[in-house]
């Protein structure tokens, strides 16, 4: 974008070399110049004119003519200088004895005539004019001591003449013309990139969530961005100019003026917000000479940091299942819903406990989603799946160089994830003790400090845990904090197994068949003795073992309707669990299942992931009955 430049040319001559100069020099000039003539008066308007058009950055103009230029418009203005050169030329014109002649001039003009008759003795009169409206009284003064000839500008020339007097008006040559346009450029470039650097700056200060005011020494304000007039109800031209006392009655930010001393993180109210304050004080030179105040909304901070961590980490943190997804319609079962609707209005923790199987995680996400929370995400971690070190660095995160092999910036923990939401602890019975007490302290204080940080983070999560041990015994024999047990069961949700629900049993089959059919128009169905039949089986896996088995027996079942013979075929167990005659034994039972869980490893040689899925209970279950089978005599 070509530089715009506005020349004035005092007087005609001048007017004619410049045309002629940028003529010359075409390739040269970065600028679109626009070369006009106007002494004074004239001059002004044409540079007004010129500046509203936005046809002018900068002007060039000489003498008088560029002072008035400069006082009537706010874009720069560069003087062509009158160099000895010029005067010397000048009086080279005239023809007299220098005694006799007067140069008129401005500071600038005198200078160079001072510096002539230093340097070559010459004894020429000054006429030092400080504005146009003494001219002709100076003029007249020097006429009145023997000055015969004036050389000046336009206007000292026409006052001269006026007066019966010689009058020769010094011209700048090329040279000068030339400099001046050069540094007219040079001042476009260095006022772009300033304004450029200004706008980024501006744009920046007003775009910014942060309530930003700016003070003089005295007190009075100076700068007032958006995001202030949002934090105190003001205007930026409501408060411009005022004392910052004035507007902000309780700020110490005149205190900051006083002591030159900076205030970072201090807490302020204002009416129902709570904004946190940072307070530096503008020094140039050791003095103290303004402020800048900065404030933060932190109810504003929070709901940012809840939004940036929703869409950051939101995928795959959400709870799929409600509880119109749960199957079922006994008594037992409808009584649990109705107690989970109960316990979603509330923000206590929840303790869910049930046998393996049993769909204490669908419990969880519907609690979750019942909740005020359903915006928020939905995290599940299993305690039991990951060693102690990992579990921990998981669950409260970590910062950079924490540890080695520590990620690359640090990572959030899944209490932070969960912020806004709700953290399902899986298994929390399996959880190290010493992860207990950093889990008691979380709870608490409602806040978390990442391996390797120093600093702590608010988090607002609701905690929903669930087990299939009996925490009470663990408290019992020290294996589970009591502190923490009486934290996690302020709400208690029992989940029966499925041999207490059976009549629940042929909704189950029906969706499961129906599921597992791909979209199949032809389900097959249950015979009535095979249903018969599955609802007296014991379970012991409840609504997972269910859905293996009827997986099974549909793929093997090559008849249109699955009966006992193919139930039994694709049992778990070579022998049904029947409950209502095992019950009767639970010693009986235990050695059933430890024979189960042997026979079923070694045919899937000791494979974990395999032989718990058929056995329909979770591995670290299955890990844990084979770690207790071996241990027992």
């Not at 899925?613 to 207790?628: A, D, E, F, N, S």
Request: hydrophobic share 40%.
């Amino acid at each position: 974008m070509d530089y715009k430049i506005s020349f004035i040319a005092p007087f005609p001559h001048m007017a004619r070399i410049a045309e002629a100069l940028v003529t010359e020099r075409a390739d040269e000039w970065k600028s679109k110049i626009q070369i006009s003539h106007g002494d004074s008066r004239e001059g002004v308007k044409q540079a007004r004119e010129a500046v509203n058009r936005d046809a002018a950055e900068v002007i060039i103009s000489r003498g008088g003519t560029a002072l008035a230029i400069a006082e009537s418009v706010a874009v720069p203005v560069v003087q062509i200088p009158v160099t000895a050169i010029d005067i010397l030329r000048a009086i080279k014109q005239v023809g007299v004895s220098p005694e006799l002649i007067g140069v008129a001039g401005f500071r600038n003009v005198i200078y160079e005539c001072e510096t002539l008759i230093e340097l070559l003795g010459l004894s020429i009169r000054i006429i030092m004019l400080e504005n146009e409206a003494e001219t002709a009284d100076k003029i007249a003064y020097a006429a009145s001591q023997g000055v015969q000839v004036v050389i000046g500008d336009v206007n000292a020339v026409t006052c001269a003449r006026q007066m019966g007097l010689g009058g020769y008006t010094i011209e700048s040559g090329k040279e000068a013309i030339y400099k001046a346009i050069k540094e007219a450029e040079l001042v476009v470039e260095v006022r772009r990139r300033e304004q450029e650097r200004s706008a980024l700056l501006q744009t920046i200060i007003n775009s910014t969530t942060d309530g930003i005011v700016a003070v003089d020494k005295a007190g009075l304000i100076t700068f007032f961005n958006p995001a202030a007039g949002e934090v105190f109800h003001l205007s930026q031209a409501e408060v411009i100019g005022r004392r910052i006392n004035e507007v902000i009655p309780n700020t110490r930010l005149s205190l900051t003026l006083a002591n030159g001393m900076p205030e970072i993180g201090e807490i302020q109210h204002i009416g129902r917000k709570v904004i946190a304050t940072k307070r530096i004080p503008i020094k140039l030179d050791g003095s103290v000479v303004g402020a800048i105040a900065n404030f933060q909304d932190v109810t504003q901070l929070q709901h940012f940091e809840q939004t940036i961590r929703q869409k950051l980490y939101a995928k795959g943190l959400v709870a799929k299942a409600g509880l119109d997804d749960i199957i079922g319609s006994s008594s037992v079962l409808e009584a649990i819903k109705q107690q989970t609707r109960r316990f979603a209005s509330s923000r206590s923790t929840v303790l869910i406990t049930g046998e393996s199987g049993t769909g204490k995680e669908m419990f969880a996400q519907s609690i979750h989603k019942l909740s005020s929370r359903n915006q928020g995400p939905f995290v599940a971690i299993n305690c039991a799946a990951l060693p102690e070190s990992l579990l921990e660095s998981e669950l409260l995160g970590y910062e950079e160089g924490a540890f080695t092999g520590a990620k690359k910036g640090g990572k959030l923990g899944l209490f932070e994830l969960a912020h806004g939401g709700t953290l399902f602890l899986d298994e929390v019975g399996e959880l190290p003790l010493t992860l207990q007490a950093r889990l008691l302290r979380v709870l608490q204080e409602k806040e978390v400090m990442r391996l390797g940080g120093h600093r702590v983070i608010p988090i607002d999560v609701r905690i929903i845990a669930a087990t299939n041990q009996n925490l009470t015994d663990l408290v019992g024999k020290k294996q589970f904090r009591a502190d923490l047990f009486y934290r996690l069961v302020i709400l208690h949700l029992h989940l029966p197994p499925l041999r207490e629900r059976t009549e629940d049993i042929p909704l189950l089959a029906e969706h499961f068949l129906r599921s597992l059919s791909d979209g199949s128009p032809q389900v097959k169905k249950l015979k009535k003795d095979a249903l018969v039949y599955l609802q007296r089986l014991y379970w012991q896996g409840n609504i997972r073992e269910l859905a293996i088995i009827l997986e099974r027996a549909l793929l093997l079942t090559d008849t249109e309707a699955i009966g006992v013979a193919d139930i039994k075929r694709v049992l778990i167990s070579e022998e049904p669990l029947d409950y209502s005659v095992s019950a009767e034994d639970e010693t009986g039972l235990e050695e059933l299942e430890r024979e189960r869980i042997r026979q079923v490893l070694q045919e899937e040689n000791f494979n974990y992931t395999r032989a718990a899925k058929r056995l329909g209970i979770g591995r670290t279950t299955l890990w844990r009955k084979k770690k207790k089978i071996d241990e027992s005599p």
